[in-house]
C-alpha cells in the first residue's frame, strides 16, 4: 500500500469546478477523485462538455477565473495543494514540474516568435544556464522528438511548419524541463493517421525514458487501447468508471462507458461493392492542379507544387467514394476543382456528357445545384450574422425559388437532419459542433443534388456524434439515392461508409477498388502504412465479439476477418 502511495505523482479528490450562473449545469466537474502515478499513462476519456480539459485546467491552475472557478476538493503535488498555492508558486510548478500539450499547436504558439525563442523563454525563466548552454539543450530536445534538422526547426515559425512539426515542438517545450507530469489535451485529435501514430509512439517513448506520468484527455478508444495503462472516464462533470486499461476496453461496466466503446467505428468493411454496371454519374480523367508559391509582392524566386497529379476518378449513381490520404496529399484539392471552388490546370471533369472545366462561371449555375459540397468546418462556412433557416433557405432563394417554398424546404431539412424546427431562428455560434455539422448537410441538400461531396465532414467530432452524422449521412444517401464522394483520413470512418476506396499519395492515386478488397488486401506499400498507423486496431470492441487485444505489428489483410 505504501509503495502505492510512494507512487503517486498526483492526487485529485473530490474536485468540484463551477460554471457560471445560467449555465446547463451548476458543476463542470463534480466530485472528482482519482490518482496519477509515475511512469503510467492514465487516460481521460468522454465526450465534448464532459469536464476532461476544465480538470486538466485546473491543475495546471489556468482555469479562466472568476467564472469558472474551483470551489471545493483538493489537488495534492509533492505535499501541495495546488488550488491553494500562491500564484508565484504556481508559476515555478508550471512548467518544470507540471507541463500541458494544447490541442491546437497553432493556436498556443506565438506567431511573431521562432519555436527557439519560444521554448528559450521556458528554460531562461525557470533556469540558470546561459544562453549558449539554453540553445545547446534546445537544439538537443527538438532533435529528442525526432524533428530533423532540429537547427532549421529552431528558426523557424509557426507557420512554417506542418502540423506534424508543431505538435513535436510543443512536446519539445513541454519536455524539455524533464517534467514529473505531463498533460495532453487531445494533442492528435486533428492529425493524420500516420502522424498520430508517430506522436502516440514519441510521448510513449519519452513517458518511459522520463519517469513521468503521463495524463492524456481524449474521446479516441483506438488511442486508450494503444497507450493507456489506467483509464478514467467522465459523464458530465462526474467519473463515472475508473480501472486498469485492459478491463475498462473489454468488460466495460458502465452503461455511458459501453455506448462510448460501441460508437468506435469497426475497421470491418460494412457495405458490399456497388455493381459496376450501375451508371456513371461522375468522372475525372488526367485531373491536375499546380499551385505557385513564392514571389508576392517583393517578388523573389517562386516554386511549383503539383498538388494533384493525372487523377482519374469514377463515381456511379448510389455509390460512396472515398477518398483518404494524409493532409497535404491533394484530397481536398480534388474536391474543390469538382465543384468548380477553384480551377484546374489540366484534365477532364465530366458530368454527364459535359466537361465541366470547359464551362465558363456563368454557364455553371444549372450544374451547381446538382452537385453539392460540405465542409470541414461547419462554424467557418456558415455566416454567423443569419439565422439557420436563412442559411439553410438560401441557395433555393439564390436559384428562384419562392421565399415561402424555400423556408418551408429548410424546416423539412432540419427535420430530416435530426433538428428541432425552433432552430430555424437560432444562430451558428448557438450550435454544438455535431449540431453545426448537421446543419451544414441539411444546406448542402436544399437544392436536391444528385451528387454530394463530403469534405472530412466528421473528423473534428466526438466519437458518438461522429457516429450520429454518419448516420444521418448513410440514411440521407440511401433514401434520397444519392451519389457521394467522401474524403477522410479516418479508415475506420471509411470503412462504415464508402463502397469504394481512392488512396491518394502527394497528389497521385496509388490505389483503387472495392473497400472491401482494398481493407482486406492493401497492395500499395502507402496503404498498408495508413492502415499500420490506426491506433488501437487490434483492439475490438467486446460487444462484436472480436479478440479483444492484438499486436499492432500484424498486418492489415491478418486483422480483419
Not at 498520430?196 to 484527455?217: F, M, N, P
Not at 451558428?428 to 465532414?457: K, M, N
Not at 473528423?459 to 461522429?466: E, F, K, T
Amino acid at each position: 500500500m505504501n509503495a502505492v502511495a510512494d507512487d503517486l505523482v498526483l492526487e485529485i479528490r473530490d474536485l468540484h469546478v463551477a460554471l457560471p450562473p445560467g449555465a446547463e449545469r451548476a458543476f463542470a466537474v463534480e466530485g472528482l477523485t482519482l490518482a496519477l502515478r509515475r511512469n503510467e499513462i492514465l487516460c481521460l476519456v468522454g465526450e465534448s462538455g464532459s469536464g476532461k480539459s476544465l480538470t486538466a485546467r485546473a491543475v495546471m491552475g489556468l482555469l479562466p477565473a472568476p467564472r469558472i472557478r474551483a470551489t471545493s476538493g483538493r489537488i495534492s503535488f509533492g505535499g501541495e495543494d495546488l488550488l491553494r498555492v500562491s500564484a508565484a508558486r504556481m508559476r515555478t510548478i508550471r512548467g518544470a514540474d507540471i507541463s500541458m500539450i494544447f490541442q491546437e499547436p497553432m493556436t498556443a504558439l506565438n506567431p511573431l516568435m521562432t519555436i527557439g525563442d519560444q521554448i528559450d523563454e521556458v528554460v531562461e525563466i525557470h533556469t540558470g544556464l546561459s544562453a549558449m548552454a539554453r540553445r545547446e539543450r534546445i537544439v538537443d530536445v527538438l532533435a529528442d522528438v525526432h524533428l530533423a534538422d532540429s537547427e532549421r526547426i529552431a528558426a523557424a515559425y509557426p507557420h512554417q511548419l506542418s502540423g506534424g512539426q508543431r505538435q513535436r515542438a510543443m512536446i519539445a517545450m513541454a519536455l524539455i524541463l524533464e517534467p514529473r507530469i505531463l498533460i495532453a489535451d487531445e494533442p492528435t485529435t486533428a492529425l493524420d493517421v500516420t502522424t498520430e501514430a508517430q506522436i502516440l509512439k514519441l510521448i510513449k517513448e519519452l513517458q518511459a525514458r522520463h519517469d513521468t506520468g503521463v495524463l492524456y484527455i481524449t474521446h479516441d478508444f483506438g488511442v486508450v487501447a494503444e497507450i493507456a495503462d489506467r483509464v478514467a472516464v467522465m459523464q458530465r462533470g462526474r467519473l463515472v468508471e475508473f480501472d486498469d486499461a485492459a478491463r475498462v476496453l473489454n468488460e466495460p461496466r458502465h452503461p455511458y462507458t459501453r455506448a462510448l466503446i460501441a460508437a468506435v467505428p469497426s475497421l470491418v468493411p460494412q457495405k458490399p461493392p456497388i455493381a459496376q454496371t450501375a451508371p456513371i454519374v461522375l468522372a475525372t480523367k488526367g485531373l491536375r492542379k499546380v499551385y505557385r508559391l513564392g514571389g508576392g509582392l517583393f517578388g523573389g524566386r517562386t516554386r511549383t507544387l503539383e498538388a494533384v497529379k493525372n487523377v482519374d476518378l469514377v463515381l456511379r449513381r448510389d455509390e460512396t467514394l472515398g477518398v483518404v490520404g494524409e493532409s497535404g496529399y491533394g484530397k481536398s484539392t480534388v474536391a474543390r476543382c469538382l465543384v468548380r471552388l477553384i480551377e484546374a490546370d489540366g484534365g477532364e471533369i465530366r458530368f454527364g456528357d459535359t466537361d465541366l472545366r470547359t464551362l465558363a462561371v456563368k454557364h455553371l449555375r444549372p450544374f451547381r445545384k446538382r452537385i453539392q459540397m460540405v465542409f470541414q468546418d461547419p462554424y467557418g462556412s456558415l455566416n454567423p450574422r443569419y439565422r439557420i433557416g436563412r442559411l439553410v433557405a438560401e441557395g433555393p432563394l439564390v436559384h428562384g425559388i419562392e421565399a415561402g417554398a424555400a423556408y418551408a424546404r429548410a424546416l423539412d431539412l432540419l427535420d430530416l437532419v435530426g433538428l428541432d424546427r425552433l432552430a430555424a431562428d437560432r444562430f451558428p455560434h448557438e450550435f454544438s459542433g455535431g449540431q453545426r455539422q448537421r446543419i451544414g448537410i441539411a444546406r448542402a441538400l436544399a437544392l436536391d443534388p444528385e451528387i454530394l461531396i463530403a469534405d472530412e465532414p466528421v473528423s473534428a467530432l466526438d466519437v458518438s456524434v461522429q457516429a450520429q452524422i454518419l448516420r444521418i449521412i448513410a440514411d440521407i444517401r440511401d433514401r434520397l439515392h444519392l451519389s457521394m464522394i467522401f474524403i477522410t483520413h479516418d479508415l475506420r470512418v471509411a470503412a462504415q461508409i464508402c463502397d469504394t476506396i481512392a488512396v491518394m499519395r502527394r497528389g497521385e492515386i496509388v490505389e483503387y477498388g472495392p473497400t472491401r478488397e482494398v481493407f482486406a488486401h492493401p497492395r500499395h506499400p502507402y496503404t498498408r502504412e495508413l492502415f499500420a498507423s490506426v491506433p488501437g486496431q487490434g483492439w475490438r470492441a467486446p460487444e462484436r465479439g472480436l479478440p479483444s487485444r492484438a499486436s499492432r505489428s500484424r498486418a492489415p489483410d491478418q486483422a480483419l476477418p
